[in-house]
């Protein structure tokens, strides 16, 4: 049953998206979509298709009325945003904003310079992003780094979230007790299969505050069961020498935020107005060199088990030279997406 209150009339009907758009690349498949560069042929509008196979959407149709749905609500300067949607006999076709920056950790790796500041600065983003959904009712679920992308280029760009596979609207008649998300990231609750609320999502945020200011993860065992068990007891260090260089105020923000007791926990608020965010604690101080190192030994497959391949797009905006500016792609050959899935 559709979760959207707007129907059908949220979808466009056409028997050949080619028409509409011109394919370039894909840019990663996922268990039943695949994401494709395009280009718009009437304005030459880059974006992002998530091209969905009917066929394999069996079984699945509710977790993905359950994104449109999720999406369709949501406006937004630091979340992808669902442009359009388009139907044909065989696929579901969801238009997106191209995001061109890249991966958050890609780009904190690529810089010279890096510190506390500017990880506060996009944490900021993310919590003011996540306070949005929160007061609209909506749960990400799965905030991990993976899916923190950079809208450009640009030195000096804003960071999007992006991803609502997993999102799920509060009061849709389902206490959200499923157990999903990154298990690195996952709040206690959510392991412990308790009810849970938005307050995952904060917890989430807290892991990659953590990751952002020593390149590691918090929890870490190739045993699941004993990083589970790490996990459900909130059992984190700020280990030397990693720490030594870390504001007191931003290791009291984390510990607000990884929080074992819900409850408890920093909300979006509380924490969007703690020192380290709102006041000037955050240090100057460059961290680059540890963080990176640490980011290149731990983080170096995560891309490959990604749906959507940031990198790809930043090599063609590269390649195309077009920045963030958007405009006269040279010819490139079509690719025809979509066509795999249903096979």
């Known amino acids: 049953m559709p979760l959207g209150k707007d129907g059908p009339s949220w979808k466009k009907r056409t028997e050949d998206i080619r028409r509409i758009y011109d394919f370039r690349e894909v840019l990663g498949t996922g268990a039943f979509s695949e994401v494709v560069l395009a280009e718009e042929k009437a304005t030459r509008k880059l974006v992002a298709i998530k091209c969905i196979a009917k066929k394999a959407l069996e079984g699945k149709e509710t977790s993905i009325e359950n994104e449109i749905a999720v999406l369709h609500k949501i406006k937004h300067p630091n979340i992808v945003a669902l442009d359009d949607i388009y ?78 596979g997993l999102s799920k609207i509060e009061g849709c008649g389902t206490v959200m007790s499923t157990a999903c998300g990154t298990p690195g990231y996952v709040a206690p609750e959510v392991l412990a299969q308790k009810p849970y609320s938005k307050a995952v999502d904060c917890w989430s945020i807290g892991v990659i505050a953590y990751i952002l200011l020593c390149g ?26 990693y720490w030594d260089d870390i504001s007191d105020s931003a290791k009291d923000f984390i510990q607000h935020l990884m929080e074992k007791d819900p409850g408890k926990r920093f909300t979006c608020e509380q924490a969007l107005q703690h020192p380290w965010i709102a006041g000037d604690t955050a240090l100057d101080k460059n ?42 792609p040279g010819p490139m050959t079509p690719t025809s997406p979509g066509e795999r899935l249903g096979g």
Do not use: C
């Open 87 to 164: 139907e044909s006999g065989t696929h579901l076709y969801l238009i997106m904003q191209l995001v061109s920056g890249g991966e958050l950790f890609d780009r904190i790796v690529e810089k010279g310079f890096y510190t506390e500041r500017d990880a506060s600065t996009l944490i900021r983003q993310i919590l003011d992003a996540v306070k949005y959904l929160h007061d609209m009712g909506i749960v990400h679920r799965d905030l991990k780094p993976e899916n923190l992308l950079y809208y450009s280029l640009d030195e000096d760009s804003k960071i999007m979230i992006s991803d609502f």
């Open 216 to 241: 590691y993860p918090p929890f870490y065992d190739e045993n699941d069961a004993k990083l589970f068990e790490q996990i459900l007891r909130a059992e984190y260090e700020f280990d030397s020498p």
């Open 287 to 328: 961290i680059h060199q540890s963080v990176s190192e640490q980011i290149k030994k731990n983080f170096a497959k995560s891309k490959w088990k990604q749906a959507f391949n940031a990198t790809a797009v930043v090599r063609h905006m590269r390649k195309l030279q077009l920045g963030t500016s958007q405009e006269g």
